[in-house]
């Protein structure tokens, strides 16, 4: 049993901000990657963010210089920063982990969490 529990999502306006979390069981945040995915129904999945064990980060082309990724080893947490919301970036959100990868356009995705949904007008 891998426990990934996002929490954080919700309405924001256009041009504001939310910081999602998840937290993590110790086993699954010691993977070599954590990160983002989103996906709005009827639409194939975006990752969206991801940090490896060393903190470099790689994000989407759409979120560049408006998401931030970080995580918090100490307390088993990762975040995502999201400023300049657009409608665009409406989705369910969902925390992720993935073993070995951690290049968005590689990346596999073993684990993911129950997701939380960010709607942005």
């Known amino acids: 049993h891998v426990q990934l529990v996002e929490s954080g999502g919700g309405s924001a306006q256009t041009g504001g901000s939310l910081r999602l979390s998840c937290a993590a069981r110790t086993g699954t945040f010691r993977s070599a990657c954590m990160g983002w995915i989103r996906q709005v129904s009827g639409k194939e999945r975006e990752g969206v963010a991801a940090i490896n064990s060393d903190g470099d980060t790689s994000y989407a082309d759409s979120v560049k210089g408006r998401f931030t990724v970080t995580k918090d080893t100490a307390k088993n947490t990762l975040y995502l920063q999201m400023n300049s919301l657009k409608p665009e970036d409406t989705a369910m959100y969902y925390c992720?982990?993935?073993?070995?990868?951690?290049?968005?356009?590689?990346?596999?995705?073993?684990?993911w969490g129950q997701g939380t949904q960010v709607t942005v007008s």
């Open positions: 992720a982990a993935d073993l070995r990868r951690c290049v968005l356009a590689r990346t596999v995705w073993n684990y």
